[in-house]
Every structure is written in C-alpha cells, then in structure tokens.
C-alpha cells in the first residue's frame, strides 16, 4: 500500500466515521428534543397543574371548615333538642300531677 491509497483510505475512514457519528447525533436529537412549542405547552400544563393543586387545597380547606361549623351546628342542635325533650317530660309529669289533682278534687265533692 503505498502512500496515496494510504491517504485515501485514510479520508474514506474518517469521512464514514464522520458520517456516522453525525448520523447518530441528528439520530439521537431527533428522539429526545423538545421543540419550542412543546416547552411553551409544558409550561401551560405545569402552570394549569399548579393552578388545579391550589384550588384542590382552598377546596380542601373550604370543606374543612365547613365541616367543622357543621359539626358545631349540630352539637348545638342536639343540645337543643335534649333541653326540648327534658322540658316535655316536665311539662308532661306536671300536666299527669295536675290531673290527679283535678280527679283527686273531683272524688273528694
């Protein structure tokens, strides 16, 4: 081999690898690039995905709240109704005393 095939298979080497290592890299960009457009959708979608996080939370926190003012809604209530009743059964025994007293007074003209 002398020395020009010796350069010609030399450039012939070096233009495939060459090519080869171009083809892989355009290969490989290809794959895994972001265009444009998508950061910019991406950035709507976290920005979206943010937004829809803080809401959950204020709604969270609402729904808290309002279970809690609930709650002491119907403690207050029940309350309530345990002094209704306990006044009822008083009302109730007294009307009973007072018929035995009006029958008792009856019985005894």
């Known amino acids: 081999m002398n020395r020009t095939e010796f350069i010609a298979a030399t450039a012939v080497i070096l233009l495939a690898a060459f090519a ?14 972001v ?7 991406m950035d709507h979608l976290a920005q979206s995905l943010h937004e829809a996080e803080e809401t959950r939370d204020q709604a969270l926190m609402y729904l808290e709240q309002r279970e809690a003012e609930l709650m002491n809604q119907i403690a ?12 009822l059964r008083d009302a109730r025994h007294e009307a009973e005393e007072m018929r035995a007293y009006i029958e008792r007074m009856h019985a005894a003209s």
Do not use: I, N, P, S
Request: charged share 25%; net charge negative.
């Open 35 to 41: 265009a444009g457009g998508d950061v910019a959708e």
């Open 76 to 87: 207050q209530t029940e309350a309530e109704l345990r002094a209704a009743m306990e006044g």
């Open 20 to 33: 080869l290592g171009w083809f892989a890299y355009w290969l490989l960009h290809r794959f895994t690039r």
